[in-house]
């Protein structure tokens, strides 16, 4: 069992769960409903059981009340002269007299007797009798009669019937006169109760012949079916179920004036109404416990069955996935690989793409800065010739003047030719590494930007506090990237229009290395767009002054070709680079 | 026995042909007579008058045969409680109670609507004492109480412990079979009245019963004989000639009250008395019909007074079936609160056991049931519940009491009402000595004594409750007295 409760389904298992949490949920409330039920039952045994004390108490009571009224009829002088004659005849009469007047309203009243204790007679309406036995049974009684006591009230069984014997003294001047006795027919409780609350009885007690004497104001065939069910089970209160009708079961003693029980009663209190309502929600709860228990089966094995095949599916797509997953890592590391070397291919065309672009702006640079350079000696060169031209014109060109002249004018192209040189060799790139001194690379990018310094006058401050800074390197490459950073430097300051420009180099050794610092006064680079200023493509300038690639193309040139690093910082009067190589 | 007949069975059937179809009793040639059994006394019947003579002739030394007709005897009597009206018992006298033998006697008379003699009242009212305290000291028991009964001025009826068969019947019996003068033929009919010449019985003749066969017998009384032979109430060919009326009903009384001992005692000269007046009884108590309305079942009418007296209950009963030519028995219809009047309120139940009372729901389902027109029912019950808020019965002159009320309230029962015959006052006639009086010359005829039931006008109309049995007692114990006196004369 363990073994397939285990094979059970998730579904089925919560399933099963979940219905019987429902299902103990319906017991108990099932049990609750019976037993609230039952108490309802036991309550309405014991208020019956007080009622019917109660009721009996003051039924006695009143009967007792009723009829010592009664006896006044038999006060009457002429009644108590009759007595006292032994006029029995006369009595007679008046009994009857007194019965006929009793009766309509009296229904259960048997007989009226009057006793005279004295002459041990016994006079009722049709009878005198003079038995001793008669006295003997009504003696002790008599002598409870007193004149403080004057009634007295008893159970009694006389020709198979159980009577109450009611019991008042006739008194003349604190005499006891006689006895008159009532007989009432018990059934006059069953009738009065069943006045009063509707309950069903009889009254049942043991005549000589050990026979169950009955009283009963139910019909026959009611009888026949309360008979059985109540002397089987004559001490049980229970319920009982008699023709789909439900009764409580109540028995009461009668008793005597000695308190021995003549007679029971049996009441059938009818809770039908109440038992038929109970039943019926029961049955209610029942079918609603049914309807729900298969509801909640229908729903929960629905939702479930939802929950569980989506948690299925997602299962088994986990599952698949795992066995897929290595190769899709695979597969993805691949395509990774792909994207990153086309990036790097990507990358390095841009590279290029920049170097190239670089070089056509150091290009446009080298032909500016060759045109500063130029432009001196081509004036001079133009000087040279206005002044032939017009020592020519005033015929005062000496030979001496024209050799000197053209001596002047042979070493301005030289040194143009020289600068040309100087410019080619600056920009051709370095092939191979070989050791140099940085103050060497940095005149070198002086001598460029030098005539574009002056130009705008400002001016170069080189302090060398190290001597025989030497680097093995490419030494163009270092030269261009210094000439990067001065020309920003020096497109800063005139952009700023700064009074008394000024750019300050500092060469010096710093825990090994060699550091070029480069710094102005042009006020300092805004700290948001500090991060980006080594970024191609960057650029603070107008489009036709900067391409953005200056400083890029110098972090690249350091960092990537020298090992070397470049930093920015602000100072007071402007920013600062540091390269160390 | 066929095979030897003797000669006096041979001339005892020749006799008897020749009785009955030519000669009267008193015809017959005495010498030619020979009497199977000779007696002092013969008693015809062995019911409580009877019983009484027999032990009174038997204790006083005559030889007593005491005759009866059917198997068993007693009689009516031992159907009956046998309560009796003695005028100052020692019972009465214990109680109290003023009383005596005029009173008794006037109240006799009152019931019996001067149609009684009154000298037989009166006589048996004096005798009633002597009578009782005779079978008292016979052993008869009575219980220590006096019952008024209606009708009765006064508390004067005694009642026999155990009812009249325990109580006085069988003592008797008993006292009477101890006795040795007596013998006892049962199953044996008294016939013809044998007289002699002068017009003294003298005999009798009697049909003695077989299993398969009867024959008849001559018993010889020397002293007399006494017819203590009961009413003719379950005689219904004798009763009709008599009283078309009560040619259906049934009786209370024993089966074989019949009316053969009459027959004979007329034929010897009797005179009949009252033949035609009758006593009638209700299963129910008379009190209780008045609180319904009472229908015929043919024509669906109220005919008649409910509360009126037993006597013109069934007579008017009798006459309505009669005129409407109906063997139907009315109907009392009573609603709840009629039922809730009865006195007795253990009866209904018993009623409802014996299923005397029927329970309807409706008026219309009593119609139903009864085949009763609807309409008419409707109607007399609508009138008769107006008489009653009026309270007075133009009709049949009701009288409502206080606690008769009008039928309306369901469910409804119905009694069926079926009067029956408890007593036949007609008999013959007798004279206060219980001798039994001759028709043509209005003197008693010798040795011929009657008591009890078999006599004739001594209640009358209708019979006061308990003088039956003083008069059994009276006339049983006077006529006995009679033959002894005038047997120890001779």
Known sequence: MKFKFTTISIKSKSLIFVLILISVLFLILYYQNKMSHKSYLNQVETEYTESFNNYYASFTADMLKYYSTQVGYFSENKILEHIKTNNNQALMNHINYVFNNLKPTNRYLKNISFIKVNSKLTIDREEIRFDEDILKTYNPLISNINNRDRNLVDLVVKDDEVYYRLLSGVFQNYELLGVVEFLINAEVLLESIKNFDGSKGFIFFKTYGEIFKKYTHLDDKEYSKFKNVAFKNINDNKLFKINQQYFVVKVFPLLDVDKTIIAKTIFFLDVTDKNISYEKSLKKTIYFSVFLFILAAFIVNYIFHYLITRVEVSENKLKILNINLENRVKEETDNRMQIEIKALQENKEKEQLLINQSKLASMGEMIGNIAHQWRQPLMQMSAILMYLEAYGENKKLTKDRLLTKIEEGNSLIEYMSSTIEDFRNFYQLDKQKEQFFIEDSLLNALTIVNASLASHHISIDIKIYDEQMATNSYKNEFSQALLNVISNAKDVLIQREVKEPCITISLYREEGKNVVCICDNGGGIKPDIMNKIFDPYFTTKHAYQGTGIGLYMTKMIIEKNMNGSISLNNRESGACFKITV | ?490
Not at chain 2, 77 to 87: A, F, G, K, N, P
Not at chain 2, 397 to 424: E, G, M, R, V
């Open chain 2, 1 to 490: 026995m066929n095979k030897n007949i003797t000669r006096r069975d041979f001339l005892k059937t020749t006799a008897i042909l020749g009785v009955s179809s030519t000669l009267n009793a008193v015809d017959l040639d005495l010498k030619s007579i020979l009497w199977d059994e000779e007696v002092d006394v013969i008693v015809v019947g062995s019911g409580l008058a009877g019983t009484v003579s027999s032990i009174y002739c038997a204790q006083n030394g005559l030889k007593t045969l005491m005759i009866e007709k059917s198997r068993q005897i007693g009689g009516s009597s031992m159907l009956s409680t046998l309560e009796m009206s003695i005028v100052n018992s020692p019972m009465q006298r214990k109680a109290n109670i003023v009383d005596f033998p005029e009173l008794l006697a006037k109240d006799m008379n009152k019931a019996g609507r001067g149609l009684n003699q009154y000298e037989h009242s009166l006589n048996i009212a004096k005798n009633s004492t002597r009578a009782m305290e005779f079978i008292v000291n016979k052993g008869a028991n009575f219980y220590q109480k006096v019952k008024w009964e209606k009708g009765h001025s006064v508390a004067r009826t005694i009642c026999p412990v155990d009812g009249g068969a325990r109580g006085v019947m069988q003592p008797l019996h008993k006292h009477l079979f101890s006795l040795n003068e007596v013998s006892l033929h049962v199953k044996t009919q008294a016939r013809t009245i044998l007289k002699d010449n002068t017009g003294k019985v003298i005999g009798i003749e009697v049909l003695k019963y077989d299993k398969k066969s009867f024959k008849t017998y001559r018993y010889k009384a020397k002293a007399g004989i006494i017819y203590a032979t009961g009413g003719y109430s379950r005689d219904q060919s004798f009763r009709t000639i008599q009283n078309p009326l009560v040619k259906y009903i049934s009786s209370t009384t024993h089966k074989e009250s019949k009316a053969d001992a009459l027959k004979y005692l007329i034929q010897a000269g009797a005179i009949p008395v009252h033949l035609s007046l009758m006593r009638f009884a209700f299963s129910i108590p008379m009190d209780i019909m008045k609180y319904g309305c009472m229908l015929n079942l043919k024509t669906s009418s109220r005919f008649v007074d409910e509360g009126s007296s037993r006597q013109e209950l069934a007579k008017a009963i009798l006459m309505s079936m009669s005129e409407n030519n109906t063997k139907k028995y009315p109907i009392i219809v009573y609603d709840t609160n009629g039922v809730n009047s009865f006195a007795d309120n253990g009866l209904l139940k018993q009623y409802f056991k014996t299923k005397i009372i029927k329970k309807f729901s409706s008026i219309k389902e009593i119609c139903k049931h009864y085949a009763l027109n609807e309409n008419k029912v409707a109607k007399e019950i609508i009138t008769y519940n107006r008489f009653v808020k009026s309270g007075i019965d133009k009709k049949f002159n009701k009288f409502f009491s206080s606690n008769i009320k009008d039928i309306n309230k369901a469910p409804y029962y119905t009694i069926t009402i079926k009067p029956k015959l408890n007593y036949t006052q007609g008999g013959v006639f007798i004279d206060t000595k219980a001798r039994v009086i001759d028709l043509l010359s209005n003197r008693p005829i010798e040795n011929l004594y009657a008591a009890g039931e078999a006599t004739g006008g001594i209640h009358g109309y209708s019979r006061l409750i308990s003088c039956s049995t003083p008069d059994c007692l009276v006339y049983g114990l006077i006529a006995a007295e009679e033959i002894v006196k005038k047997f120890k004369m001779q």
